[in-house]
């Protein structure tokens, strides 16, 4: 038998034992790894732009169902300005120069836009700053969204997104045209690159730059990110790369810019930030606009706002991981601030809800029972408080508006003077009118003269109507064509009506709790022809 063959020799390839002379065998390329970290980038960022459509379209239907006034700033600080750059009126904060023309530049620029584009219709100019606002809520409900995905998963996120959706107080002010509103979307873009323990989106510059165009619109929005700032300085290694490098070109620019834009429209160097915080919080002077006591943040305040997430909020802060407690730490020092301010307004600790929102929503989270009928509860107990609120509360004052608008188109427009005979701002102006409309109204300008005697034009006609319109058109060409007034003056001017020939037009619901000079309807007479 023939001698058997032996095996060829052995060779080591790649770990393995392989027979010399036998062609080796390509490594596998591993691109398993490369390709499901692309497929997963593009997975997330398709996740990202179909949330951001989802989050756009809720906060334009939010918008839409949104019909009803807030607080006169909503449009004497921001849209009325805009408008003057035209024609209308200031208030006197802007004589006093407490106000800075950065917020109202942003409306500014969408007239301006509009008229270029012959689409300056008035329902244009009082819808498009609204869905501007609106855009800008749903983008920062995103951020929202993703930094808690990134600090802790996409089911934390989810809730948390789900507890800002159903805020009844959110729902109601982020898309109106406040500066307050502004200061909390750009609370909720800086804290996404906050730098807290465990993220890896900080970014000392972007999150500085967002805090100073905050307090550039609204100084107050500084408060509470002073210990969020000063937690950040504590932990960062290198302070004075922080302070040379971020903090103080960003507080030089943005604060350039301030000055600029402020130069252009008031003709003089001003710095609006410090007139405001000295009118506002050293003279304390917002006491001329009433007062509160110094519990009413912690008792009805914050309460309110929070509704039926209150409890969540609780469950959520005695649950949180020891890093959150920063987020806490804002929210409290935010509110104890201003509790030491005696005029007191919901809207001033709006920017803390965005705080709130994420132990809302990390309490749902970490329910074990019940998780499903909690989250039931959450949007039930808050839509009617945010449909009734957005649809019905006060409305009067915003639907007036729409009767005053037919007089520019009658052929006597040039003839029509409209009196609106309620306490001091309580309509929009020419924003909601936008023709050449001779309109006034009653003022109420503080004296800062320290004139005890001192009442304002309001305080002087509501202490006798009657007397007071007797006087002021002691002639019938002093007359107004069009009177407007809400439903508790009418019995006390009534003879004056009769005598002057005035007929009823129109009644408008405004409230179900009428208070003091509020009523619960408004009143449109026009005065007849003789």
Known sequence: ????????????????????????????????????????????????????????????????????????????????????????????????????????????????????????????????????????????????????????????????????????????????????????????????????????????????????????????????????????????QRKADLILHNCIPVGLVTLGISLIIDRVFFGEWVLVQLNFLKFNVLQNLGTLYGSHPWHWYLTQGLPIILGTHLPFFIHGCVLAPKRYRIFLMAVIWTVLVYSTLSHKEFRFIYPVLPFCMFFCGYSLKHLKAWKKSAASFLLVSNLLPALYTGLIHQRGTLDVMSHVQE????????????????????????????????????????????????????????????????????????????????SVLEQEISSFLALKGYEKTATIFHTHVPQGRVGSHIYVYRKGLK
């Not at 800086?190 to 993220?199: E, F, Q, T």
């Not at 427009?413 to 309509?427: D, E, G, R």
């Not at 006034?440 to 202490?463: H, K, W």
């Open 1 to 236: 038998a023939p001698p058997p063959v032996p095996p060829p020799p052995m060779e080591a390839a790649g770990g393995l034992l392989l027979p010399r002379g036998r062609p080796r065998r390509p490594e596998a390329v591993r691109l398993r790894k490369r390709r499901s970290v692309l497929y997963g980038a593009a997975r997330a960022a398709g996740g990202t732009s179909a949330l951001t459509a989802l989050a756009v379209a809720v906060r334009v239907l939010n918008c839409a169902l949104v019909r009803t006034s807030f607080v006169p700033d909503e449009y004497w600080q921001s849209l009325e300005v805009a408008h003057r750059m035209a024609y209308g009126h200031l208030t006197w904060e802007w004589a006093q120069r407490l106000r800075g023309y950065s917020y109202p530049l942003l409306f500014a620029s969408i007239y301006k836009a509009l008229q270029l584009l012959g689409k300056d219709d008035v329902q244009l100019l009082i819808w498009v700053p609204r869905l501007v606002q609106a855009v800008l809520a749903a983008f920062a409900d995103v951020k929202l969204y993703l930094l808690v995905r990134h600090l802790e998963n996409a089911e934390t996120a989810k809730y948390v997104y789900f507890c800002q959706l159903c805020s009844w107080f959110t729902w109601y002010s982020c898309t109106r045209t406040l500066t307050n509103t502004m200061e909390t979307l750009l609370t909720i873009f800086a804290l996404y690159y906050y730098p807290i323990k465990g993220s890896k989106m900080g970014s000392s510059c972007k999150y500085l730059t967002l805090i100073a165009l905050a307090i550039v619109i609204r100084p107050t929005a500084a408060i509470p990110w002073i210990p969020l700032v000063f937690s950040h300085f504590l932990r960062e």
């Open 407 to 486: 007089l520019c188109n009658d052929s006597n427009q040039s003839q029509a003077f409209v009196f609106i005979m309620m306490p001091c701002h309580s309509t929009p102006f020419y924003s909601h009118v936008h023709c050449p409309l001779k309109m006034r109204f009653l003022q109420c300008p503080p004296d800062l003269t320290g004139n005890e005697s001192y009442i304002d034009e309001a305080d002087v006609f509501y202490s006798n109507p009657l007397g007071w319109l007797n006087k002021e058109f002691y002639n019938d060409t002093l007359l107004p064509s069009h009177l407007i007034f809400f």
